[in-house]
């Protein structure tokens, strides 16, 4: 199975900063890769997929990149809504979720 | 506007049995692929199992294999997950996810969850 694995698993951060969270998979998957945002209590909800392509709907201060292994989430300048817990899924063999970056207010 | 409901979360002794449900509306059901992922206290997301429109191709995570059954009835709009001898590692959230479209599975749309409790 492919494993995937995010860092940081947790930072704190101030709002109007640019944050970026990585996403490594232990073996390539193209760009078969998706970012989802999860706040307490709630179900997730999907950013990105292919990678870098923006989900209609989502502010475009949100950006994905990479392929192969190695994946970015960028937040270009944090709100206070983007405060939540996010996600990376590859999709190129099965489906497997990275273990969550929880993004705290500093 | 697109709607996924899930019910028949509960509390059940380890080793029962429970099936959820999830019922679906705003959307052509019988033209996307359907999955359920969970989510334990605290912890990640987990996919659990995945099942195409016509109900063609099914498919389970290693850890529920052989005990859940993924379901769906089109002509009622929802989609099912049959759970059978659980486990306490069975506890979680469980989301129905609709898949975007096409071959690629990734989730544009989540229900809201259900619980399931494990536990004698």
């Known amino acids: 199975a492919i494993r995937m694995t995010q860092s940081p698993s947790s930072f704190s951060a101030s709002t109007g900063d640019r944050v970026t969270i990585t996403c490594r998979a232990s073996?390539?998957?193209?760009?078969?890769l998706a970012w989802y945002q999860q706040k307490p209590g709630k179900a997730p909800k999907l950013l990105i997929y292919?990678?870098?392509t923006l989900q209609s709907g989502v502010p475009s201060r949100f950006s994905g990149s990479g392929s192969g292994t190695d994946f970015t989430l960028t937040i270009s300048c944090l709100q206070s809504e983007d405060f939540a817990t996010y996600y990376c899924?590859?999709?190129?063999?099965?489906?497997?979720f990275g273990q969550g970056t929880r993004l705290e207010i500093k | 506007e697109v709607q996924l409901v899930e019910s028949g979360g509960g509390l059940v002794k380890p080793g029962g049995s429970l099936r959820l449900s999830c019922a679906a509306s705003?959307?052509?059901?019988?033209?996307?692929?359907m999955n359920w992922v969970r989510q334990a206290p605290g912890k990640g997301l987990e996919w659990v199992s995945s099942i195409s429109s016509s109900s063609s191709y099914i498919y389970y995570a290693d850890s529920v294999k052989g005990r859940f059954t993924i379901s769906r009835d089109n002509a009622k709009n929802s989609l099912y997950l049959q759970m059978n001898s659980l486990r306490a590692e069975d506890t979680a959230v469980y989301y129905c996810?609709?898949?975007?479209?096409?071959?690629?599975?990734?989730?544009?749309?989540w229900g809201q969850g259900t619980l399931v409790t494990v536990s004698s």
């Open positions: 899924q590859q999709y190129y063999s099965s489906i497997t």
């Open positions: 705003g959307f052509t059901f019988s033209s996307y692929s």
């Open positions: 073996q390539g998957i193209s760009s078969y």
């Open positions: 292919a990678a870098s």
């Open positions: 996810a609709r898949v975007s479209g096409g071959d690629y599975v990734y989730f544009d749309y």
